[in-house]
């Protein structure tokens, strides 16, 4: 099972990204969408596990905070900000967030914490990035996607 990993793409869905995610059986996005209509369009790729963002404000109201799943025998925790991943995190296996638009992948107490960093606008002068995992048997591979960009 192959899986796309986006988050804070704020507004903007870039090409490169959309070529990734054609191939995805399915999506995971950590906040910070900021439109409905990204939203429509990441739901035409794959099925779509998302959450809210400190910047998606009324039109996401039905977004979830944060969202617990199993994806492949493989069980994910999804929140916006880090700092919100609850103390318990009993059977989670991946925590998956966004927020500060920087890629990181780290496994501590034998828990992977991804944050895929930001596919968007380009801010705070940082690459562009995603990931792009694969599951088998109840485990994950994770790949850095760095998109290519001119100045946004």
Not at 23 to 50: F, W
Request: hydrophobic share 35%; charged share 25%; with cysteine.
């Amino acid at each position: 099972m192959k899986i796309a990993i986006l988050s804070d793409t704020h507004g903007l869905l870039r090409q490169p990204v959309v070529e990734h995610l054609k191939t995805a059986d399915a999506i995971l996005h950590g906040g910070d969408i900021n439109k409905q209509s990204i939203v429509d369009e990441l739901g035409q790729y794959a099925p779509l596990y998302i959450v809210r963002g400190n910047n998606d404000k009324e039109w996401a109201e039905a977004i979830p905070h944060d969202l617990t799943f199993t994806l492949g025998g493989v069980t994910f925790y999804m929140v916006h900000n880090k700092k919100e991943v609850p103390a318990d995190l009993s059977g989670v296996d991946v925590v998956v967030f966004g927020h500060s638009h920087k890629y990181g992948q780290e496994e501590k107490d034998g828990r992977l914490w991804l944050n895929p960093g930001s596919c968007g606008p380009r801010r705070f002068h940082q690459e562009i990035t995603m990931m792009m995992a694969e599951l088998a048997d109840g485990k994950i591979q994770v790949e850095k996607i760095t998109i290519p960009h001119e100045g946004t």
